[in-house]
């Protein structure tokens, strides 16, 4: 399975972006990068996905490096409720998703 | 469409005891995941369902653990005599697509297991 790596936590403040890093190197040529993200007590929730181009959606935008090799996940404008774990995830085909361990978001206000 | 649905949000049982969880999904999902996650870890995989037909099942899933999607539409996940180790919570997902890469997940709020 290609794996991703996730800095174990971060901080930023609010009101300001954020850009939470997820190195792929081992990434094949058609596997997608999946977002998630998890607030405390509750399921994971799908953020943003992409292959090679940058996307933008009503979350978040997802920046893809030109090698594929590592994406950044961004949010324009963080609000505390955008505190949570999040999970940088390769999906390969109709495989089932596998998750890491994420990065920890914390929002200072 | 209220997403997928997970019953009961907490469970609270003794050790030895059998217990059963049921999950919703969306309608239109082919899709059923089932995963579980405990404190401080990323979910980890259980089982899925395309349809009815279980198609794949984890080595975390012991004999004690069976999983079921009659008819395509919902699923339960059966834990036979519970043991401490199991306490975590239990997620289920579902998606369109037969799961197709550019498809995303929908995840329920979980079922939380307490063993005591």
């Known amino acids: 399975d290609a794996k991703t790596t996730q800095p174990n936590s971060m901080e930023s403040n609010e009101e300001e972006p954020v850009h939470l890093p997820c190195n792929h190197s081992t990434i094949s040529g058609t596997d997608y990068i999946h977002w998630y993200r998890q607030l405390p007590s509750q399921g994971p929730e799908y953020v943003i996905h992409g292959l090679t181009s940058n996307v933008n959606n009503r979350m978040a935008s997802l920046a893809i490096a030109e090698d594929r090799k590592s994406s950044t996940l961004i949010l324009h404008r963080a609000t505390l409720r955008d505190a949570a774990v999040y999970y940088c995830?390769?999906?390969?085909?109709?495989?089932?998703?596998?998750f890491g361990t994420g990065t920890r978001l914390t929002i200072i206000p | 469409d209220t997403g997928v649905s997970q019953n009961p949000r907490h469970k609270i049982t003794k050790r030895g005891q059998n217990v059963t969880f049921r999950c919703d999904p969306i309608?239109?999902?082919?899709?059923l995941y089932w995963y579980r996650q405990t404190l401080g870890q990323g979910p980890e995989f259980l089982t899925y369902?395309?349809?009815?037909?279980?198609?794949?099942k984890s080595r975390l899933l012991s004999d004690r653990f069976s999983a079921e999607r009659p008819k395509g539409s919902f699923s339960t996940l059966e834990i036979q005599r519970t043991e401490q180790g199991d306490s975590a919570m239990y997620l289920c997902a579902s998606s369109a697509a037969g799961g197709r890469p550019s498809y995303g997940y929908t995840f329920g709020s979980g079922t939380r297991l307490t063993v005591v």
């Open positions: 995830i390769l999906k390969f085909g109709n495989e089932k998703l596998t």
């Open positions: 369902f395309q349809n009815e037909a279980q198609l794949e």
């Open positions: 309608s239109e999902h082919n899709r």
